[in-house]
Protein backbone atom coordinates (compact mmCIF):
# COMPACT_ATOMS: atom_id res chain seq x y z
CA UNK A 1 0.00 0.00 0.00
CA UNK A 2 1.26 3.68 -0.99
CA UNK A 3 2.55 5.57 2.07
CA UNK A 4 2.34 9.35 2.40
CA UNK A 5 5.89 10.99 3.45
CA UNK A 6 5.85 13.07 6.80
CA UNK A 7 7.79 16.86 6.76
CA UNK A 8 10.37 14.72 9.34
CA UNK A 9 11.28 12.33 7.43
CA UNK A 10 11.33 14.40 4.19
CA UNK A 11 13.51 16.93 5.73
CA UNK A 12 15.55 14.00 6.91
CA UNK A 13 17.10 13.40 3.76
CA UNK A 14 18.57 17.31 3.33
CA UNK A 15 21.45 17.08 5.74
CA UNK A 16 22.82 14.35 2.68
CA UNK A 17 21.70 16.57 -0.03
CA UNK A 18 23.77 19.56 1.29
CA UNK A 19 26.79 17.77 2.18
CA UNK A 20 27.10 16.93 -1.55
CA UNK A 21 26.62 20.24 -2.48
CA UNK A 22 29.22 21.41 0.35
CA UNK A 23 31.55 18.55 -0.75
CA UNK A 24 31.58 20.49 -4.68
CA UNK A 25 32.45 23.70 -3.06
CA UNK A 26 35.52 22.05 -1.47
CA UNK A 27 36.30 20.09 -4.83
CA UNK A 28 36.53 24.20 -6.46
CA UNK A 29 38.52 25.48 -3.41
CA UNK A 30 35.97 27.38 -1.88
CA UNK A 31 37.71 29.39 0.72
CA UNK A 32 35.93 28.05 4.21
CA UNK A 33 34.51 31.18 4.68
CA UNK A 34 32.28 31.15 1.84
CA UNK A 35 31.84 27.35 2.69
CA UNK A 36 30.24 28.67 5.67
CA UNK A 37 27.82 30.90 3.98
CA UNK A 38 27.07 28.67 1.44
CA UNK A 39 25.95 25.84 4.08
CA UNK A 40 23.97 28.36 5.91
CA UNK A 41 22.28 30.40 3.10
CA UNK A 42 20.81 26.31 1.53
CA UNK A 43 19.57 25.79 5.28
CA UNK A 44 18.12 29.04 5.97
CA UNK A 45 16.04 29.48 1.92
CA UNK A 46 15.90 25.70 1.42
CA UNK A 47 14.58 24.68 4.90
CA UNK A 48 11.62 25.74 7.16
CA UNK A 49 9.02 25.98 4.57
CA UNK A 50 5.68 23.21 4.52
CA UNK A 51 7.74 21.45 1.68
CA UNK A 52 4.40 20.70 -0.13
CA UNK A 53 5.76 20.63 -3.79
CA UNK A 54 8.84 18.42 -2.35
CA UNK A 55 6.87 15.93 -0.63
CA UNK A 56 4.44 15.71 -3.38
CA UNK A 57 7.39 13.93 -5.28
CA UNK A 58 7.50 10.77 -3.12
CA UNK A 59 3.44 10.61 -2.50
CA UNK A 60 3.73 10.23 -6.13
CA UNK A 61 5.96 7.78 -6.91
CA UNK A 62 4.64 5.44 -3.78
CA UNK A 63 1.35 5.99 -5.37
CA UNK A 64 2.26 5.00 -8.97
CA UNK A 65 3.67 2.10 -7.57
CA UNK A 66 0.96 1.30 -4.75
CA UNK A 67 3.54 0.28 -2.18
CA UNK A 68 5.94 1.83 0.56
CA UNK A 69 9.30 3.23 -0.75
CA UNK A 70 12.41 1.04 0.02
CA UNK A 71 14.90 3.16 1.65
CA UNK A 72 16.82 4.14 -1.82
CA UNK A 73 13.57 4.67 -3.89
CA UNK A 74 12.38 7.24 -0.74
CA UNK A 75 15.65 8.83 -1.18
CA UNK A 76 15.64 9.26 -4.98
CA UNK A 77 12.04 10.71 -4.78
CA UNK A 78 12.90 12.87 -1.76
CA UNK A 79 16.19 14.25 -3.57
CA UNK A 80 13.48 14.89 -7.13
CA UNK A 81 11.35 16.73 -4.59
CA UNK A 82 14.40 18.71 -2.65
CA UNK A 83 15.47 19.98 -6.29
CA UNK A 84 11.43 21.62 -6.47
CA UNK A 85 12.42 23.21 -2.85
CA UNK A 86 15.64 24.68 -3.84
CA UNK A 87 13.65 25.34 -7.66
CA UNK A 88 10.76 27.33 -4.81
CA UNK A 89 13.61 28.78 -2.89
CA UNK A 90 15.68 30.73 -5.96
CA UNK A 91 12.38 31.80 -7.40
CA UNK A 92 11.44 33.56 -3.61
CA UNK A 93 14.72 34.80 -2.70
CA UNK A 94 14.68 36.59 -6.25
CA UNK A 95 11.29 37.42 -5.74
CA UNK A 96 11.19 39.36 -2.17
CA UNK A 97 13.98 41.84 -3.43
CA UNK A 98 12.03 42.32 -6.52
CA UNK A 99 8.76 43.12 -4.49
CA UNK A 100 10.73 44.44 -1.74
CA UNK A 101 9.18 41.72 0.27
CA UNK A 102 10.12 42.71 4.39
CA UNK A 103 9.21 38.77 5.84
CA UNK A 104 9.58 35.23 4.88
CA UNK A 105 8.16 32.26 6.95
CA UNK A 106 8.12 34.69 9.41
CA UNK A 107 11.91 36.30 9.32
CA UNK A 108 13.46 38.89 7.61
CA UNK A 109 13.81 38.00 3.94
CA UNK A 110 17.37 36.63 3.15
CA UNK A 111 18.36 40.10 1.63
CA UNK A 112 17.41 41.54 4.81
CA UNK A 113 19.17 39.43 7.03
CA UNK A 114 22.51 40.94 8.42
CA UNK A 115 25.36 40.98 5.80
CA UNK A 116 23.25 39.89 3.40
CA UNK A 117 22.46 42.29 1.17
CA UNK A 118 22.21 41.96 -2.77
CA UNK A 119 24.81 39.04 -2.22
CA UNK A 120 21.40 37.66 -1.96
CA UNK A 121 21.04 37.92 -5.86
CA UNK A 122 24.14 35.92 -6.49
CA UNK A 123 22.75 33.08 -3.79
CA UNK A 124 19.43 32.79 -5.51
CA UNK A 125 21.71 31.69 -8.73
CA UNK A 126 23.59 29.08 -6.61
CA UNK A 127 20.32 27.78 -5.05
CA UNK A 128 19.23 27.20 -8.80
CA UNK A 129 22.47 25.96 -9.98
CA UNK A 130 22.25 23.34 -6.99
CA UNK A 131 19.68 21.61 -9.12
CA UNK A 132 21.94 20.41 -11.70
CA UNK A 133 24.89 19.47 -9.36
CA UNK A 134 22.86 17.31 -7.53
CA UNK A 135 21.12 15.52 -10.57
CA UNK A 136 24.13 14.97 -11.95
CA UNK A 137 25.50 13.57 -8.59
CA UNK A 138 22.50 11.35 -8.21
CA UNK A 139 21.05 10.88 -11.52
CA UNK A 140 23.97 10.82 -13.90
CA UNK A 141 22.84 7.23 -15.13
CA UNK A 142 19.20 7.38 -14.59
CA UNK A 143 17.54 6.94 -18.18
CA UNK A 144 15.65 10.25 -17.44
CA UNK A 145 18.41 12.59 -16.87
CA UNK A 146 18.26 14.39 -20.05
CA UNK A 147 14.84 14.69 -19.88
CA UNK A 148 14.77 15.80 -16.35
CA UNK A 149 17.42 18.24 -16.89
CA UNK A 150 15.01 19.83 -19.94
CA UNK A 151 12.85 19.74 -17.22
CA UNK A 152 13.89 22.18 -14.75
CA UNK A 153 14.93 24.88 -17.52
CA UNK A 154 11.70 24.39 -19.23
CA UNK A 155 9.42 25.05 -15.51
CA UNK A 156 12.14 27.55 -14.73
CA UNK A 157 11.20 29.40 -18.03
CA UNK A 158 7.92 29.32 -18.10
CA UNK A 159 7.91 30.50 -14.54
CA UNK A 160 10.53 33.16 -14.81
CA UNK A 161 7.66 34.87 -18.30
CA UNK A 162 4.90 34.01 -15.62
CA UNK A 163 6.70 36.89 -13.27
CA UNK A 164 7.51 39.11 -15.86
CA UNK A 165 3.96 38.59 -17.09
CA UNK A 166 3.26 40.25 -13.14
CA UNK A 167 6.00 42.38 -12.34
CA UNK A 168 4.62 44.98 -15.87
CA UNK A 169 1.32 44.14 -15.09
CA UNK A 170 1.36 45.24 -11.69
CA UNK A 171 4.39 47.21 -10.61
CA UNK A 172 3.52 48.13 -7.13
CA UNK A 173 3.88 51.89 -7.65
CA UNK A 174 2.10 52.37 -10.89
CA UNK A 175 -1.43 51.26 -10.36
CA UNK A 176 -3.18 51.30 -13.90
CA UNK A 177 -6.01 49.18 -13.91
CA UNK A 178 -6.57 49.02 -17.75
CA UNK A 179 -3.52 46.66 -17.32
CA UNK A 180 -5.43 43.82 -15.45
CA UNK A 181 -7.31 41.43 -17.23
CA UNK A 182 -8.58 37.86 -16.57
CA UNK A 183 -6.90 36.84 -19.43
CA UNK A 184 -3.30 37.78 -17.97
CA UNK A 185 -4.25 36.85 -15.10
CA UNK A 186 -4.48 33.30 -16.15
CA UNK A 187 -1.34 33.46 -18.05
CA UNK A 188 0.30 34.83 -15.01
CA UNK A 189 -1.31 31.96 -12.60
CA UNK A 190 -0.67 29.18 -15.10
CA UNK A 191 3.60 30.19 -15.72
CA UNK A 192 4.03 31.53 -12.48
CA UNK A 193 2.67 28.97 -10.02
CA UNK A 194 1.03 25.78 -11.97
CA UNK A 195 3.71 24.23 -13.71
CA UNK A 196 6.18 24.49 -10.86
CA UNK A 197 4.34 23.81 -8.05
CA UNK A 198 1.20 21.10 -9.73
CA UNK A 199 3.07 19.79 -12.86
CA UNK A 200 6.66 19.43 -12.14
CA UNK A 201 6.39 16.95 -9.28
CA UNK A 202 4.24 14.51 -11.10
CA UNK A 203 5.98 14.84 -14.34
CA UNK A 204 9.31 13.78 -11.54
CA UNK A 205 7.50 11.14 -10.53
CA UNK A 206 6.96 9.49 -14.19
CA UNK A 207 10.74 9.97 -15.10
CA UNK A 208 11.80 8.70 -11.69
CA UNK A 209 10.26 5.35 -12.35
CA UNK A 210 10.93 6.27 -15.96
CA UNK A 211 7.57 5.60 -17.30
CA UNK A 212 7.36 8.94 -18.58
CA UNK A 213 5.67 8.84 -22.05
CA UNK A 214 4.22 11.96 -23.95
CA UNK A 215 0.72 11.01 -23.50
CA UNK A 216 0.76 10.37 -19.67
CA UNK A 217 2.49 13.48 -19.14
CA UNK A 218 0.37 15.65 -21.30
CA UNK A 219 -2.42 13.61 -19.20
CA UNK A 220 -0.84 15.18 -16.01
CA UNK A 221 -0.75 18.53 -17.54
CA UNK A 222 -4.12 18.53 -18.65
CA UNK A 223 -5.25 17.50 -15.19
CA UNK A 224 -2.63 19.76 -12.75
CA UNK A 225 -2.62 22.60 -14.79
CA UNK A 226 -6.23 23.63 -13.78
CA UNK A 227 -5.91 22.39 -10.41
CA UNK A 228 -3.05 24.90 -10.06
CA UNK A 229 -4.93 27.52 -11.42
CA UNK A 230 -8.06 26.86 -9.47
CA UNK A 231 -5.16 26.63 -5.88
CA UNK A 232 -3.79 30.13 -7.14
CA UNK A 233 -7.39 31.81 -7.16
CA UNK A 234 -8.38 30.20 -3.87
CA UNK A 235 -5.36 31.82 -2.93
CA UNK A 236 -6.42 35.10 -3.72
CA UNK A 237 -9.39 34.65 -1.97
CA UNK A 238 -7.85 33.78 0.89
CA UNK A 239 -5.94 37.08 0.88
CA UNK A 240 -9.40 38.90 1.45
CA UNK A 241 -11.70 36.46 2.93
CA UNK A 242 -9.64 34.06 4.92
CA UNK A 243 -8.84 34.66 8.69
CA UNK A 244 -5.77 35.86 9.64
CA UNK A 245 -5.24 33.05 12.00
CA UNK A 246 -6.16 30.64 9.46
CA UNK A 247 -3.46 31.58 6.71
CA UNK A 248 -1.23 32.38 8.85
CA UNK A 249 -0.64 36.25 7.70
CA UNK A 250 -2.63 39.82 6.88
CA UNK A 251 -3.48 39.89 3.32
CA UNK A 252 -2.17 42.49 1.20
CA UNK A 253 -2.98 42.06 -2.11
CA UNK A 254 -5.38 45.15 -2.49
CA UNK A 255 -2.38 47.60 -1.04
CA UNK A 256 -0.05 45.79 -3.00
CA UNK A 257 -1.48 46.55 -6.35
CA UNK A 258 -1.60 42.56 -6.67
CA UNK A 259 -3.40 41.60 -10.08
CA UNK A 260 -5.44 38.89 -8.31
CA UNK A 261 -8.43 37.12 -9.13
CA UNK A 262 -10.77 39.18 -6.99
CA UNK A 263 -9.53 42.10 -8.40
CA UNK A 264 -10.05 41.33 -11.66
CA UNK A 265 -13.14 39.66 -11.05
CA UNK A 266 -14.62 43.03 -9.74
CA UNK A 267 -13.37 44.95 -13.06
CA UNK A 268 -15.28 42.10 -14.95
CA UNK A 269 -18.62 42.56 -12.81
CA UNK A 270 -18.45 46.81 -11.68
CA UNK A 271 -20.28 49.18 -12.46
CA UNK A 272 -18.80 52.53 -13.76
CA UNK A 273 -19.13 54.17 -10.52
CA UNK A 274 -18.50 50.86 -8.54
CA UNK A 275 -14.92 51.04 -11.02
CA UNK A 276 -14.28 54.41 -9.90
CA UNK A 277 -14.24 53.03 -6.84
CA UNK A 278 -11.28 50.94 -7.79
CA UNK A 279 -9.61 53.36 -9.23
CA UNK A 280 -9.40 56.24 -6.17
CA UNK A 281 -8.57 53.21 -3.67
CA UNK A 282 -7.09 50.30 -5.15
CA UNK A 283 -3.05 49.88 -4.92
CA UNK A 284 -2.96 52.55 -1.75
CA UNK A 285 -0.50 52.04 0.87
CA UNK A 286 -3.40 52.64 3.13
CA UNK A 287 -6.19 50.52 5.37
CA UNK A 288 -8.75 53.06 4.45
CA UNK A 289 -8.48 52.57 1.08
CA UNK A 290 -8.01 49.03 1.37
CA UNK A 291 -11.21 49.33 3.43
CA UNK A 292 -13.33 50.79 0.33
CA UNK A 293 -12.31 47.93 -1.66
CA UNK A 294 -12.87 45.40 0.65
CA UNK A 295 -16.29 47.07 0.91
CA UNK A 296 -16.97 46.91 -3.23
CA UNK A 297 -16.00 43.21 -2.91
CA UNK A 298 -18.85 42.37 -0.63
CA UNK A 299 -21.32 44.56 -2.68
CA UNK A 300 -20.59 42.61 -5.75
CA UNK A 301 -20.85 39.20 -3.77
CA UNK A 302 -17.05 38.43 -4.84
CA UNK A 303 -17.14 35.07 -2.07
CA UNK A 304 -20.83 33.64 -3.58
CA UNK A 305 -19.02 33.90 -7.35
CA UNK A 306 -15.46 32.53 -5.81
CA UNK A 307 -17.50 29.38 -4.25
CA UNK A 308 -19.35 28.92 -7.42
CA UNK A 309 -16.03 29.01 -9.48
CA UNK A 310 -14.83 26.69 -6.91
CA UNK A 311 -17.45 24.01 -7.16
CA UNK A 312 -17.43 24.81 -11.08
CA UNK A 313 -13.31 24.29 -11.13
CA UNK A 314 -13.55 21.31 -8.64
CA UNK A 315 -16.50 19.42 -10.87
CA UNK A 316 -14.09 19.50 -13.68
CA UNK A 317 -11.22 18.07 -12.74
CA UNK A 318 -13.07 15.82 -11.07
CA UNK A 319 -14.63 15.02 -14.63
CA UNK A 320 -10.79 14.81 -15.83
CA UNK A 321 -9.36 12.71 -13.42
CA UNK A 322 -12.53 9.85 -13.98
CA UNK A 323 -11.76 10.08 -17.76
CA UNK A 324 -7.86 9.04 -16.85
CA UNK A 325 -6.73 6.07 -19.22
CA UNK A 326 -4.72 4.31 -16.08
CA UNK A 327 -3.13 1.72 -19.21
CA UNK A 328 -0.23 4.69 -19.40
CA UNK A 329 0.96 4.52 -16.11
CA UNK A 330 -0.48 6.92 -14.27
CA UNK A 331 -3.43 6.80 -11.52
CA UNK A 332 -6.18 8.68 -10.33
CA UNK A 333 -5.10 8.80 -6.62
CA UNK A 334 -2.32 10.86 -7.47
CA UNK A 335 -4.69 13.27 -8.89
CA UNK A 336 -7.41 12.70 -5.60
CA UNK A 337 -4.24 13.05 -3.44
CA UNK A 338 -3.50 16.55 -4.62
CA UNK A 339 -7.20 17.62 -4.77
CA UNK A 340 -7.84 16.27 -1.47
CA UNK A 341 -4.99 18.81 0.01
CA UNK A 342 -6.50 21.94 -1.57
CA UNK A 343 -10.14 21.71 -1.85
CA UNK A 344 -12.17 23.78 0.69
CA UNK A 345 -8.44 24.68 2.48
CA UNK A 346 -9.28 27.68 4.95
CA UNK A 347 -5.22 28.24 4.55
Not at 14 to 21: A, N, S, T, Y
Not at 121 to 138: C, R
Not at 285 to 313: T, W
Request: hydrophobic fraction near 40%.
Amino acid sequence: MAKKTTLQQFESVFPKLQEDLLATAKQYNLPQEQQDWYKKMLEVNAVGGKCNRGMSVPDSVSLLLNKELSEEEYFHAATLGWLIELLQAFFLVSDDIMDGSITRRGKPCWYRQEGVGMVAINDAFLLESAIYTLLKKHFRSHPSYLPMIELFHETSLQTEFGQLCDLLTAPEDVVNLDNFSLEKYTFIVIYKTAYYSFYLPVALALHQLNIATPKNLKQAHDILIPMGEYFQVQDDYLDNFGLPEHIGKIGTDIQDNKCSWLVNKALEIATPEQRKVLEEHYGKKDKAHEAEVKKLYDDLKLEKIYEDFEEKSVTKIRALTAQLDESEGLKKEVFDEFLQKIYKRSK
